[in-house]
């Protein structure tokens, strides 16, 4: 079995302030970590990749990403986890991608993978990236490779014989689904917690190469990925107000109580 | 060449640019801005920049068609019962809002079991929908997204919309992205706001991003369909016109469309659940005052349609059970609106709040540092504001509650 | 005129106030009245007025003590919850940052604050801003001292020497105090810095901002050499600031503190250790003392700790998130790495895998923590055990009130770990006592925590503590090392130090409180204080 992870590397945090001053945003170009629910795909798969071991099976986890060189950091500690490889796509033709040529990029990746270690039984992701929060990727990713697909997956029940079954969130609740191979999952935080790599597990991934590639390397056209193969474009992004003031409720307990009313109900 | 270009002759090397990069993409060398190999052609910088020096430069290839793609769709997803879900009521509506600034029709699309009657039809027209495409079919009986992409995609291609809307329900986000994904169009996901723009007539779409922390306007300049998932509620509900008139017409599945995936078993969702999930949340203090006023604060959480938390003091002294403390000891809670009643704001409680979306704290105490993690401040005193709430909530009836249960997943 | 202000200040204690009259140590208290200053000039306003009434003070801070010297005994709580300003930062020539803060800044928020390198600065001079723009500049600074519970204030931290994991590396936090103001019961005022006052042999002389002469003949008793916060720390030669820290709130009041902060560590990596025999965790702890260049920590958990924590992760909605151990695993050991550079925390990760090794463990039995998430999960882990075990004892309290959590706080030289461990578990089977086990073994360090089933377990608890204190005491140990003395563990110090030696440690407190007014109960039991000066 051969279970693809695409993981994408997402800042620390995700807070955005705003300079009082030249009123522009700031964000602490700083560390960046694997996207927590990605984290949680990857354990999800080294978890499945055990139990088929046991089960005798030959199984293969690899992870992928398309991102900055800097990425592949965070692509050894998947391999220091459990990974059996590692794949970080990065290439100026790839920046500035929204979720169409990201997922044509990661799908040129899958089609790389597939070369070397077979066609991807299952391939999984976070369900959303908590800095584009687009949770598009997964589905978008099926529909490209053909793959059947289960999103927002709380639980794996069971994988094996050409089907894996899932409990996902639907509408109105949650479901068992029985999936086809090739599927795609993607990942709710609840499904798993990503285990911590043990001190052989950071040895052995030390000595590990992380294979980087470019556009050309996997095939892809460039016409379709980075900026050029984005049909949506950002105009503008700003702070929401409400953020960074605190307002105060004044009057009587009766109108505090209107207006919180009016409040609330903007929540919603 | 497509990009990141900086104008050298603007630029004045300040550095905001740096400031508003996320990734390190971006550096300030002698002076002048240079992309780094970091730079993910995002453009924070380029709203940063105070003296316009950085755009981002495209050179993708334009659809040669745009012109033939005319009205606005919006996918009506009825429920496992067979109705209309509310969230399609809203998009419908604010289609119809659209459609009159672009001078175009609404076309709704719904895919119904093969025993289900005009009634969601009836109803999207009452909404402001021009034209009804449907299908009644025992292959839609059962939710399975790979079918409806497979409808949608195949009447957009042969009937080219200019706008595609879905409902941000659980079906919707896998939806729309298939449906984007074979179309090989734009969808921007979660929208907040949706515009026409009076000069091009492109479709504004305004969304959260960092987990709410940033919003960002979107538009698909050159692919069709423009494609927006939107969540529910975040649209008014519209009064039925049921004098509205519209046209029905029946747009079958594909014969040979099979479902590949199988629904085992379906849970429907319970509406308790811990106050870590929870979308609201009451959460209560020693400033209630005693025991007594517990189930006035209950009573308020029933009405918000939240559960209720409290802090540490009150699990110590018995009020609540250890699973209702929120902060650092008890649980990390991240609703998307918290009413703090009563509450100081011990740095162990803060600690387990910071994830809330919006906050509403009540206390007698100006200085609390309830105050400094809260959006709006009451000052005053816990129990009688709470009384007060809780008389103006049920006097609105069920206006404060939150969408139902299917949409809050 | 000052005098209505105090009384403004002063608050009668009811049921309003019920809180303060408890801490962390969950014992319970009384007072009559209660004062929130928030500065010195308040402080020193309350104080002059309960002199003059002579009515005893006990100061608080955040109440997180867990040897009850928060808890008060009658008359007055001074809380000084809201001291919790930022008053001024300096550097000196080597670069070194000193941040002078009230008593009431709490530690959370000082760490928030300098690994954002933004200090609140309302109200600084010149000097002070100018070495904020200097420390905004400079590589993230800490303050080393972390006591498990981190919403403790800095002044109750001071109070009690508190140390923590990291105090391993660091020593406790005596060692990063740099100055202080003590006001006394009269008003007075004590200006400390380290270096300027020292003790002449053990005769100390100081002198107070009002002029007055406070002169002191130091107790003659050696302390243990190991960690250490048991009694008054006195020395030979000793800086008068050490004997202020660790006084557990019975010379004064503490309304400022001179922090000298460090830069914060490059690289820092957890690594928890799963083995099979507690055996091994003592012999790799040794192995690891002397191997190890950068450990900041070695912690340990003991088997019946560890099935706490399974059983409550099993229950609770609040431990759910936790790593689960792995299966098998009979104890854990941790150890932090703090590395100037990732190539130095991997050579001595390699040290720790071959420590493992060679005690018969195994490398890959192993998490970890290299990034915030993981590292996040092994502080939750850690800081999950003493509060399952609480959350035990509560659910027991429920049929037998009379039962609470009984935890020592001891500590031996090094060569004497494998021998006191063998005393606890000899006694613990011998008394037939559920017991669990963690703390900070790499200083010898344990808190053993006798589970009471029954009241009569609870004696039984109680009696084995006595015995340890005395067998550790002839170890060359100390019987608090890290919580201090407060009010429960008095007579222990009298087992540790004897009753000559408490003579002598109430003579130094008569000097500075001649009546008598702080902390009482503290340390020593009231009877020693009378007398008069």
């Given at each position: 079995?051969?279970?693809?992870?695409?993981?994408?590397?997402?800042?620390?945090?995700?807070?955005?302030?705003?300079?009082?001053?030249?009123?522009?945003?700031?964000?602490?170009?700083?560390?960046?970590?694997?996207?927590?629910?990605?984290?949680?795909?990857?354990?999800?798969?080294?978890?499945?990749?055990?139990?088929?071991?046991?089960?005798?099976?030959?199984?293969?986890?690899?992870?992928?990403?398309?991102?900055?060189?800097?990425?592949?950091?965070?692509?050894?500690?998947?391999?220091?986890?459990?990974?059996?490889?590692?794949?970080?796509?990065?290439?100026?033709?790839?920046?500035?991608?929204?979720?169409?040529?990201?997922?044509?990029?990661?799908?040129?990746?899958?089609?790389?993978?597939?070369?070397?270690?077979?066609?991807?039984?299952?391939?999984?992701?976070?369900?959303?990236?908590?800095?584009?929060?687009?949770?598009?990727?997964?589905?978008?990713?099926?529909?490209?490779?053909?793959?059947?697909?289960?999103?927002?997956?709380?639980?794996?029940?069971?994988?094996?014989?050409?089907?894996?079954?899932?409990?996902?969130?639907?509408?109105?609740?949650?479901?068992?689904?029985?999936?086809?191979?090739?599927?795609?999952?993607?990942?709710?935080?609840?499904?798993?917690?990503?285990?911590?790599?043990?001190?052989?597990?950071?040895?052995?991934?030390?000595?590990?190469?992380?294979?980087?590639?470019?556009?050309?390397?996997?095939?892809?056209?460039?016409?379709?990925?980075?900026?050029?193969?984005?049909?949506?474009?950002?105009?503008?992004?700003?702070?929401?107000?409400?953020?960074?003031?605190?307002?105060?409720?004044?009057?009587?307990?009766?109108?505090?109580?209107?207006?919180?009313?009016?409040?609330?109900?903007?929540?919603? | 060449?497509?990009?990141l270009v900086i104008d050298a002759e603007r630029c004045i090397g300040c550095k905001r640019c740096e400031r508003a990069c996320a990734t390190v993409g971006i550096e300030v060398v002698d002076r002048l801005a240079r992309p780094t190999e970091g730079c993910v052609l995002c453009g924070a910088c380029v709203d940063a920049c105070p003296v316009g020096a950085i755009s981002l430069v495209r050179d993708g290839a334009a659809q040669s068609d745009?012109?033939?793609?005319?009205?606005?769709?919006?996918?009506?997803?009825?429920?496992?019962?067979?109705?209309?879900?509310?969230?399609?009521?809203?998009?419908?509506?604010?289609?119809?809002?659209?459609?009159?600034?672009?001078?175009?029709?609404?076309?709704?699309?719904?895919?119904?079991?093969?025993?289900?009657?005009?009634?969601?039809?009836?109803?999207?027209?009452?909404?402001?929908?021009?034209?009804?495409?449907?299908?009644?079919?025992?292959?839609?009986?059962?939710?399975?997204?790979?079918?409806?992409?497979?409808?949608?995609?195949?009447?957009?291609?042969?009937?080219?919309?200019?706008?595609?809307?879905?409902?941000?329900?659980?079906?919707?986000?896998?939806?729309?992205?298939?449906?984007?994904?074979?179309?090989?169009?734009?969808?921007?996901?979660?929208?907040?706001?949706?515009?026409?723009?009076?000069?091009?007539?492109?479709?504004?779409?305004?969304?959260?991003?960092?987990?709410?922390?940033?919003?960002?306007?979107?538009?698909?300049?050159?692919?069709?369909?423009?494609?927006?998932?939107?969540?529910?509620?975040?649209?008014?509900?519209?009064?039925?016109?049921?004098?509205?008139?519209?046209?029905?017409?029946?747009?079958?599945?594909?014969?040979?469309?099979?479902?590949?995936?199988?629904?085992?078993?379906?849970?429907?969702?319970?509406?308790?659940?811990?106050?870590?999930?929870?979308?609201?949340?009451?959460?209560?203090?020693?400033?209630?005052?005693?025991?007594?006023?517990?189930?006035?604060?209950?009573?308020?959480?029933?009405?918000?349609?939240?559960?209720?938390?409290?802090?540490?003091?009150?699990?110590?002294?018995?009020?609540?059970?250890?699973?209702?403390?929120?902060?650092?000891?008890?649980?990390?809670?991240?609703?998307?609106?918290?009413?703090?009643?009563?509450?100081?704001?011990?740095?162990?409680?803060?600690?387990?709040?910071?994830?809330?979306?919006?906050?509403?704290?009540?206390?007698?105490?100006?200085?609390?540092?309830?105050?400094?993690?809260?959006?709006?401040?009451?000052?005053?005193?816990?129990?009688?504001?709470?009384?007060?709430?809780?008389?103006?909530?049920?006097?609105?009836?069920?206006?404060?509650?939150?969408?139902?249960?299917?949409?809050?997943? | 005129?000052?005098?209505?202000?105090?009384?403004?200040?002063?608050?009668?204690?009811?049921?309003?106030?019920?809180?303060?009259?408890?801490?962390?140590?969950?014992?319970?208290?009384?007072?009559?009245?209660?004062?929130?200053?928030?500065?010195?000039?308040?402080?020193?306003?309350?104080?002059?007025a309960l002199a003059a009434e002579g009515v005893p003070v006990t100061v608080q801070g955040a109440r997180t003590g867990l040897a009850a010297g928060a808890v008060p005994a009658g008359g007055h709580i001074m809380n000084l919850s809201r001291m919790n300003r930022y008053l001024g930062l300096r550097k000196d020539g080597e670069g070194r940052f000193y941040l002078r803060v009230q008593p009431g800044v709490v530690l959370l928020d000082l760490?928030?604050?300098?690994?954002?390198?933004?200090?609140?600065?309302?109200?600084?001079?010149?000097?002070?801003?100018?070495?904020?723009?200097?420390?905004?500049?400079?590589?993230?600074?800490?303050?080393?001292?972390?006591?498990?519970?981190?919403?403790?204030?800095?002044?109750?931290?001071?109070?009690?020497?508190?140390?923590?994991?990291?105090?391993?590396?660091?020593?406790?936090?005596?060692?990063?105090?740099?100055?202080?103001?003590?006001?006394?019961?009269?008003?007075?005022?004590?200006?400390?810095?380290?270096?300027?006052?020292?003790?002449?042999?053990?005769?100390?002389?100081?002198?107070?901002?009002?002029?007055?002469?406070?002169?002191?003949?130091?107790?003659?008793?050696?302390?243990?050499?190991?960690?250490?916060?048991?009694?008054?720390?006195?020395?030979?030669?000793?800086?008068?600031?050490?004997?202020?820290?660790?006084?557990?709130?019975?010379?004064?009041?503490?309304?400022?503190?001179?922090?000298?902060?460090?830069?914060?560590?490059?690289?820092?990596?957890?690594?928890?250790?799963?083995?099979?025999?507690?055996?091994?965790?003592?012999?790799?702890?040794?192995?690891?003392?002397?191997?190890?260049?950068?450990?900041?920590?070695?912690?340990?958990?003991?088997?019946?700790?560890?099935?706490?924590?399974?059983?409550?992760?099993?229950?609770?909605?609040?431990?759910?998130?936790?790593?689960?151990?792995?299966?098998?695993?009979?104890?854990?050991?941790?150890?932090?790495?703090?590395?100037?550079?990732?190539?130095?925390?991997?050579?001595?990760?390699?040290?720790?895998?071959?420590?493992?090794?060679?005690?018969?463990?195994?490398?890959?039995?192993?998490?970890?923590?290299?990034?915030?998430?993981?590292?996040?999960?092994?502080?939750?882990?850690?800081?999950?055990?003493?509060?399952?075990?609480?959350?035990?004892?509560?659910?027991?309290?429920?049929?037998?009130?009379?039962?609470?959590?009984?935890?020592?706080?001891?500590?031996?030289?090094?060569?004497?770990?494998?021998?006191?461990?063998?005393?606890?578990?000899?006694?613990?089977?011998?008394?037939?006592?559920?017991?669990?086990?963690?703390?900070?073994?790499?200083?010898?360090?344990?808190?053993?925590?006798?589970?009471?089933?029954?009241?009569?377990?609870?004696?039984?608890?109680?009696?084995?503590?006595?015995?340890?204190?005395?067998?550790?005491?002839?170890?060359?140990?100390?019987?608090?090392?890290?919580?201090?003395?407060?009010?429960?563990?008095?007579?222990?110090?009298?087992?540790?130090?004897?009753?000559?030696?408490?003579?002598?440690?109430?003579?130094?407190?008569?000097?500075?409180?001649?009546?008598?007014m702080f902390g009482r109960g503290n340390l020593f039991d009231e009877s020693l204080l009378e007398g008069g000066a």
């Open positions: 079995m051969h279970i693809v992870v695409c993981v994408k590397a997402v800042p620390a945090s995700t807070e955005v302030k705003m300079d009082p001053v030249t009123n522009t945003i700031v964000r602490d170009g700083g560390a960046s970590v694997v996207n927590p629910f990605d984290a949680t795909a990857l354990e999800v798969a080294l978890s499945l990749a055990e139990e088929r071991r046991r089960a005798g099976e030959q199984c293969r986890v690899s992870v992928l990403s398309m991102g900055i060189p800097a990425t592949e950091a965070l692509l050894r500690d998947c391999l220091a986890r459990g990974a059996d490889g590692a794949l970080l796509l990065s290439d100026r033709a790839f920046a500035g991608a929204d979720t169409l040529a990201t997922t044509y990029a990661l799908s040129c990746g899958i089609a790389h993978l597939a070369k070397q270690w077979g066609e991807p039984d299952l391939v999984l992701c976070g369900k959303m990236a908590v800095d584009g929060d687009t949770a598009q990727i997964g589905p978008e990713l099926a529909a490209t490779l053909g793959a059947t697909c289960a999103t927002d997956v709380r639980e794996v029940l069971t994988c094996g014989a050409g089907a894996v079954a899932v409990r996902a969130a639907v509408d109105g609740g949650t479901a068992a689904l029985e999936l086809p191979l090739p599927a795609v999952l993607t990942l709710a935080r609840e499904a798993a917690q990503l285990r911590m790599p043990s001190i052989a597990g950071v040895r052995a991934a030390a000595e590990m190469p992380v294979e980087v590639l470019g556009a050309a390397a996997v095939g892809a056209d460039t016409a379709r990925t980075g900026l050029a193969g984005s049909p949506t474009q950002v105009v503008r992004s700003f702070v929401p107000e409400s953020q960074h003031e605190s307002v105060a409720v004044d009057g009587t307990p009766a109108e505090q109580a209107l207006r919180l009313v009016e409040i609330i109900e903007g929540v919603a | 060449m497509a990009g745009l012109g033939a793609y005319h009205d606005i769709w919006v996918f009506a997803q009825v429920d496992r019962d067979g109705y209309l879900m509310p969230v399609a009521r809203e998009l419908t509506a604010k289609a119809h809002e659209l459609a009159a600034a672009r001078g175009c029709e609404v076309v709704a699309l719904v895919a119904e079991g093969e025993f289900a009657d005009d009634a969601a039809a009836h109803e999207l027209i009452a909404c402001g929908a021009d034209r009804v495409l449907r299908a009644h079919d025992e292959r839609f009986a059962l939710v399975d997204p790979e079918l409806l992409a497979s409808w949608v995609c195949a009447l957009a291609r042969a009937r080219r919309p200019e706008i595609v809307l879905f409902g941000a329900t659980p079906l919707g986000r896998e939806l729309a992205p298939r449906v984007a994904a074979e179309l090989k169009t734009g969808l921007t996901a979660d929208c907040t706001a949706l515009s026409i723009d009076s000069e091009t007539g492109l479709l504004h779409q305004t969304r959260p991003a960092f987990g709410g922390n940033l919003m960002a306007t979107i538009m698909c300049p050159v692919h069709r369909p423009q494609m927006a998932t939107v969540r529910p509620g975040v649209f008014a509900a519209p009064e039925l016109d049921s004098s509205r008139t519209g046209a029905i017409e029946e747009a079958p599945l594909d014969a040979d469309v099979q479902p590949r995936v199988r629904t085992l078993a379906f849970e429907r969702a319970t509406s308790s659940s811990s106050i870590a999930q929870a979308k609201r949340l009451v959460v209560v203090g020693r400033g209630i005052g005693s025991k007594k006023n517990l189930p006035l604060m209950e009573r308020l959480a029933e009405l918000l349609g939240a559960q209720i938390g409290c802090t540490r003091p009150l699990v110590e002294a018995g009020w609540l059970d250890y699973a209702h403390q929120v902060g650092q000891t008890g649980v990390a809670v991240a609703p998307e609106l918290l009413v703090s009643i009563g509450v100081s704001g011990a740095i162990q409680h803060l600690a387990g709040i910071s994830g809330a979306g919006t906050v509403i704290a009540v206390n007698e105490d100006a200085q609390a540092p309830i105050f400094g993690a809260a959006q709006y401040r009451v000052v005053g005193d816990a129990v009688e504001v709470a009384e007060e709430l809780v008389a103006a909530l049920e006097a609105r009836g069920s206006a404060g509650t939150p969408p139902s249960a299917s949409s809050a997943c | 005129m000052a005098r209505d202000n105090a009384q403004a200040l002063i608050h009668t204690f009811d049921a309003e106030f019920e809180d303060y009259a408890r801490d962390e140590s969950r014992s319970r208290g009384w007072a009559e009245s209660i004062s929130f200053p928030t500065d010195e000039d308040e402080v020193r306003a309350v104080l002059r760490r928030k604050h300098l690994s954002a390198r933004d200090i609140p600065a309302s109200g600084w001079d010149v000097a002070s801003r100018a070495a904020l723009d200097a420390f905004a500049q400079a590589p993230v600074q800490m303050f080393p001292t972390d006591p498990t519970e981190a919403s403790a204030c800095l002044g109750g931290m001071a109070a009690c020497n508190a140390s923590g994991a990291r105090s391993y590396r660091y020593g406790a936090m005596r060692g990063h105090v740099s100055g202080l103001r003590l006001v006394l019961a009269d008003g007075d005022v004590l200006a400390l810095r380290r270096g300027e006052a020292r003790a002449c042999g053990r005769a100390l002389t100081l002198t107070t901002e009002g002029g007055r002469t406070i002169a002191v003949e130091l107790p003659s008793y050696r302390m243990p050499a190991c960690k250490n916060a048991s009694g008054y720390y006195v020395a030979d030669v000793m800086d008068a600031i050490d004997l202020i820290i660790g006084s557990d709130g019975t010379l004064g009041v503490i309304t400022e503190l001179e922090l000298e902060l460090m830069p914060a560590p490059a690289v820092t990596w957890g690594v928890s250790c799963f083995l099979t025999e507690e055996r091994q965790a003592l012999d790799a702890t040794c192995a690891l003392r002397e191997r190890l260049s950068c450990a900041s920590a070695i912690e340990y958990f003991d088997h019946a700790a560890l099935e706490i924590l399974r059983a409550q992760r099993a229950s609770g909605a609040a431990f759910a998130s936790l790593v689960e151990p792995p299966e098998g695993a009979g104890c854990c050991l941790f150890v932090e790495l703090e590395c100037a550079s990732e190539d130095e925390a991997m050579a001595e990760l390699s040290l720790v895998g071959e420590v493992l090794a060679a005690v018969g463990g195994s490398e890959r039995d192993t998490w970890v923590a290299r990034t915030d998430t993981d590292r996040e999960a092994l502080t939750f882990f850690r800081h999950a055990v003493p509060e399952s075990v609480n959350m035990l004892i509560d659910e027991r309290r429920r049929t037998d009130s009379a039962i609470t959590k009984l935890g020592s706080d001891m500590a031996v030289p090094n060569e004497r770990l494998h021998e006191v461990v063998a005393l606890y578990r000899a006694t613990l089977a011998e008394a037939g006592l559920e017991a669990a086990a963690w703390g900070h073994i790499g200083d010898n360090h344990l808190h053993v925590n006798v589970l009471p089933r029954d009241a009569a377990d609870y004696a039984a608890g109680k009696e084995l503590f006595a015995r340890w204190a005395r067998e550790v005491a002839a170890m060359g140990g100390a019987v608090s090392a890290e919580h201090g003395v407060g009010k429960l563990k008095r007579d222990f110090l009298k087992t540790m130090y004897g009753e000559g030696a408490l003579c002598e440690m109430a003579r130094v407190k008569r000097a500075f409180d001649p009546a008598g």
